[in-house]
Nanobody
Framework: QLQLVERGGGLVQPGGSLRLSCVVSGTTSRNYTIGWFRQAPGKDRQGVSCISSSDGKPKYAESVKGRFTIARDNAKNTVYLQMNSLKPEDTAVYYC????????????????????WGQGTQVTVSS
């Protein structure tokens, strides 16, 4: 069973940067997949980025490609989401989600692929 804790949200001006962290515990295996999702008020939760341990190749939603970077540090059991060139439309609660197996990159942006969720962290992009 995975436990996930997000850190790093906050208020940032448009064009600024933030780095979110997802600390993973509850497993000694590295064969798990982590996804980052976000949910704005009144909208459905959407996949932002994901990465598994099989080959470490990341997957990104079109809306964040070229601006967001996902990376995992297995020694620290942490997955990061570096967010650059932030826009007001990036404002949302960001969640990390985990599943204790390798999920195909073709599916890992789907919220139904995940069994475990963090509590979420607010990201607000505003001047």
């Amino acid at each position: 069973q995975l436990q996930l804790v997000e850190r790093g949200g906050g208020l940032v001006q448009p064009g600024g940067s933030l780095r979110l962290s997802c600390v993973v515990s509850g497993t000694t295996s590295r064969n798990y997949t982590i996804g980052w999702f976000r949910q704005a008020p009144g909208k459905d939760r959407q996949g932002v980025s994901c990465i598994s341990s099989s080959d470490g190749k990341p997957k990104y939603a079109e809306s964040v490609k070229g601006r967001f970077t996902i990376a995992r540090d297995n020694a620290k059991n942490t997955v990061y989401l570096q967010m650059n060139s932030l826009k007001p439309e990036d404002t949302a609660v960001y969640y990390c989600a985990g599943r204790g197996i390798v999920v195909s990159p073709w599916r890992c942006l789907g919220k139904n692929e995940y069994d475990f969720w963090g509590q979420g962290t607010q990201v607000t992009v505003s001047s």
